[in-house]
Structure formats: structure tokens, C-alpha cells
């Protein structure tokens, strides 16, 4: 599988955050994870966290 190329990571002043625009994970078991819209690094970290438990 050939990774996805890397676009720059914007960070928002107004919030003091990392955030991304889209965000497409497979996880080690198969599963899926696709988010799209404005999504903070920090809560897109938990929710991976949370699914791995």
C-alpha cells in the first residue's frame, strides 16, 4: 500500500490548535476510520485510543 502524500498541517490561532481537513485511518484489524471537516488533532488521538481499548 502506498501512503498518502502529506499535506501541510495548519495550525489555528484562534483555537491554539493542530486541526485537519480530512483524516483517513485503517486500523491494524481492518476497521476504517474517516473523518471529514475541520477535526482537532487531540480528538482525532482519543477517538483512536478509545477504539483500541
Same mark, same amino acid.
Request: positive net charge; hydrophobic residues 40%; charged residues 25%.
Given at each position: 500500500m502506498?501512503?498518502?502524500p502529506a499535506a501541510? =498541517? %495548519?495550525f489555528n %490561532?484562534?483555537?491554539g490548535s493542530v486541526t485537519a481537513q480530512r483524516?483517513? =485511518?485503517t486500523l491494524s484489524d481492518? @476497521? @476504517?476510520i +474517516? +473523518?471529514?471537516g475541520a477535526t482537532a488533532l487531540s480528538a482525532i488521538v482519543a477517538m483512536v485510543e478509545g +477504539?483500541? @481499548?
Open positions: 502506498t501512503p498518502a501541510p =498541517i %495548519p %490561532p484562534s483555537t483524516v483517513d =485511518i481492518g @476497521r @476504517r +474517516l +473523518l471529514e +477504539l483500541a @481499548r
